[in-house]
């Protein structure tokens, strides 16, 4: 079902509203309109696609000389929106008005709320939830939800082996952080309003979760970057400097490059043999991704038939080493500075993260490394980088947890005159810090585990051409009716 414009044909999953409109003075004088005597007209509101994912809010009036007709149509194009079960008709919206950018509160008073009132969407009832703010906005809310839902389920989170219970509770996303990666990563661009027309006609993304534990007890989920090294120790040095606003992240990032630390520690991880693809593929994943929705029934054949037992079973492979950066990712991470992101490969809801472990080496191969981050070409390809696409892994510092506050002391008495005299050295230091979705986490031994499909969101995966979707080779309006 769909409905024509001058741009095209248009689904109904893509209409926004109908309205009935009475014709002005300048309408009823354009062409075979001035014959009528008192013409009738609706308006439908849509979704019109522009360049770079970004959506936008667009109207057609139709008219006609028949009364009749013209409720008729009117009817039957609110009885398809009012069927289409996918729409929210109730949200519940968080609003951060001091995160990020400082501007939550008037992002959604002016770009956001207008829309939802256009599409008689209620917010002061719970039904789904709706963030307004930053990546950490988000992970706040994703938190209360996926703890409330495995509370209720009676399910211990501080057991990193416990099957987790799916959040059936939806979360949009008004970008309005400093970088916006999960919104960028999900639907392309960091704007509110097309974020809103998603939310709008009820787009449902999965997306994979991941648990971090220690020593059998929670610390936090995450959905697209756990770093440690290069990204833990930015996020560190920047919450020091919130004063400097979104700057703060070039700042403390020239200082990290020029430490040049990294850390020794053991890796040990299993292997995705159940996904389809690799971290070093050159497509990537995309609305309808075959290969999530392959993931997702073969993780349930296979929770049927061996249960969560025979993952103890399976291989671990550990690597040793020294390292300027361990990443995992549940998602590409890409932003505007960084289009492809870290794994430009990486799947929404494969079940599966890639971690990325970057070797010690020179500053002058880390900064070619990290420049690959913004071109075009494979940026896994340095003998010094090496990806696996995994479904869970374990990181332990050489140093133990048990021994932290002795390796501070020790530290101190073995680097502290040489640092202070010479701050930018390449010297070893005890631990780094966990950058776990934009929050710190100290502990030096994680275990992690990837939960397939944990959560949804109101969104569609990454199209692949945007602006050609746009036009659709269905039936026009009349065929409804």
Not at 124 to 134: I, L, M, N, P, Y
Not at 233 to 239: A, G, V
Request: hydrophobic share 30%; charged share 25%.
């Amino acid at each position: 079902s769909c409905v024509h414009t001058e741009n095209g044909f248009v689904p109904t999953s893509e209409i926004i509203a109908v309205e009935e409109t009475e014709p002005n003075k300048k309408q009823r004088n354009i062409g075979k309109w001035q014959k009528m005597s008192k013409p009738h007209a609706f308006t439908v509101y849509y979704v019109k696609k522009g360049r770079n994912h970004r959506w936008r809010c667009s109207d057609v009036t139709f008219w006609c000389s028949d009364e009749h007709l013209c409720n008729q149509w009117t009817q039957v194009l609110k009885q398809l929106l009012e069927t289409q079960k996918s729409r929210p008709k109730q949200l519940l919206v968080y609003i951060n008005p001091y995160g990020g950018k400082r501007q939550g509160k008037r992002i959604y008073e002016q770009k956001v709320a207008p829309l939802f009132s256009l599409a008689s969407i209620s917010t002061d009832v719970v039904s789904d939830v709706v963030c307004v703010g930053g990546d950490g906005m988000f992970s706040e809310v994703m938190h209360g939800l996926i703890g409330r839902m495995q509370k209720d389920s009676g399910i211990d989170q501080n057991n990193p082996k416990a099957p987790l219970v799916q959040c059936n509770i939806r979360i949009g996303i008004i970008p309005a952080g400093s970088t916006d990666c999960i919104c960028y990563s999900t639907v392309g661009i960091s704007d509110p309003v097309t974020s809103a027309l998603h939310i709008i006609v009820g787009d449902c993304q999965p997306l994979d979760v991941s648990s971090v534990h220690h020593n059998n007890t929670f610390l936090k989920y995450y959905v697209s970057l756990l770093g440690y090294g290069f990204y833990g120790d930015i996020l560190k040095d920047s919450e020091k400097k919130r004063w400097m606003g979104p700057m703060r992240y070039d700042y403390s990032g020239f200082k990290t490059f020029l430490s040049h630390h990294y850390y020794e520690g053991t890796i040990s991880f299993q292997p995705a043999k159940h996904t389809l693809g690799s971290p070093r593929d050159k497509d990537s994943c995309r609305t309808g991704c075959y290969i999530c929705k392959k993931s997702e029934r073969q993780l349930a054949e296979q929770h049927k038939e061996c249960g969560l037992k025979h993952e103890e079973d399976e291989e671990w492979k550990v690597i040793k080493g020294k390292f300027l950066a361990i990443n995992a990712v549940n998602m590409s991470c890409a932003c505007p500075r960084t289009p492809k992101g870290l794994s430009p490969a990486a799947h929404l809801a494969d079940g599966s993260a890639d971690l990325i472990l970057v070797r010690k080496c020179s500053r002058f191969d880390f900064l070619r490394y990290l420049v690959r981050h913004t071109n075009q070409d494979d940026q896994f390809d340095f003998s010094f980088v090496h990806v696996y696409r995994v479904k869970s892994f374990q990181f332990t510092s050489k140093l133990s947890e048990d021994n932290e506050s002795n390796v501070t002391d020790i530290g101190k008495k073995r680097f502290g005159q040489f640092c202070r005299d010479h701050p930018a050295c390449c010297c070893n230091i005890a631990s780094s810090t966990w950058n776990c979705d934009g929050e710190t986490l100290d502990s030096s031994a994680i275990e992690v585990r990837v939960h397939c499909q944990l959560m949804k969101l109101f969104a569609r995966g990454i199209e692949e051409n945007c602006k050609d979707e746009a036009a659709y080779s269905h039936s026009s309006v009349e065929q409804l009716l």
